[in-house]
């Protein structure tokens, strides 16, 4: 674990803009998730297209469902969700670890929650890709909890999800270039993070309370987004007596391109859309192996 001092002073600390509490909602068969980014006033956050914090327990789920045109993060928090996909690339995904999938031209999968373990809880981040990655090969990049490159110093912690924070850096590639950092700050920890000034950037609270951007703001607890305004970094304050906090920090690279979507499928036309619910239809251009396939947990539980 890295021991490192703080980077040095930001030029222009971001301001929090924007602040949305994530209600949570129905999706999948019987699951619960709440929907920060992707819900109807935040329909999109270049290049970020959804964020849940989902929380399944078993039988609910995410029977098999396709993914074109985006990269889906799964980053675990608690329990287990078990994957599988069309190609037969199939696994656990445990607390801590991460699953980076590329979809790129096609996946078809289901994610469930592994019965008996209690509830499967974690973030899934939907990332667009740029029309020139839409149609690639579809990828996974998976680190175990153990593999995750973490840092700490000065009452902050961080694991790197992709990206660099604090000397530790993420082997992730982000086709999309992005950064995503899992911090817990003890009580008066103080944390400077610097950010791509072109990039957006947002904060999203797990646990505990603190105050982003401005040292006098107002303490921001679990289950709220915060959309950063522009600048070189953020600064966020622990002013908890007691309690440490928990927070994501996602920035990205924004696409600037025209964004048409449609459930799971994510292109920059009309047409292309048409183009992917024929394709997936009629199982071609990526979708092929869907004709037949259906996951084991389907099977097993409609025969
Ligand atoms: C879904 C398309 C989807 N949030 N959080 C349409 F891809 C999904 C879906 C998920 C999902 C899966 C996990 Cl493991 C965690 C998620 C959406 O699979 F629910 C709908 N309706
Ligand atoms: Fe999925």
Known sequence: MAETAQPCVLQ?????????QARPQGEGKG????????????????????????????????????????????????GAVKHEDFEGHKG???????????????????????????TAKGLQLWINLSSNDKMIEPRYQELQSKDIARAAGNGVEVRVIAGE?????????????????????KPSAY?????????????????????????????VGPHNLLLLGGGDGVEVWNRSPAKPVR????????????????????????????RTIDDFQFCVNGFEKAKWWRSESTVETQG
């Open 191 to 219: 944390l400077r993070q610097p950010i791509p000034t072109s990039w957006n950037a947002f904060a999203y609270v797990l646990e505990g309370e603190a105050a982003f951007g401005s040292e006098k703001a107002a303490p």
């Open 247 to 274: 927070f994501v920090l996602v920035a990205g690279e924004p696409l600037g391109e025209p964004v048409v979507q449609l459930g799971p499928f994510v292109m920059n036309t009309e047409e292309e859309i048409d």
């Open 165 to 185: 924070s604090m000397g530790a850096r993420s082997p992730v590639f982000t086709r999309t270039p992005t950064m995503y950092l899992d911090f817990t700050m």
């Open 12 to 20: 222009e600390p971001r301001l929090v803009v924007r602040k949305f």
């Open 92 to 118: 656990t995904i445990m607390a801590g670890d991460l699953q980076w999938m590329t979809a790129g031209k096609g996946i078809v999968h289901s994610e469930m929650p592994v019965g008996g373990q209690g």
């Open 31 to 78: 699951a619960v998730v709440r929907r920060s980014i992707g819900r109807f006033e935040l329909k999109y956050f270049d290049p970020f297209l959804v964020l849940d914090e989902f929380s399944v327990t078993a039988p609910a789920g995410f029977p098999d469902h396709p993914h074109r045109g985006f990269e889906t993060v799964t980053y675990m928090l608690e």
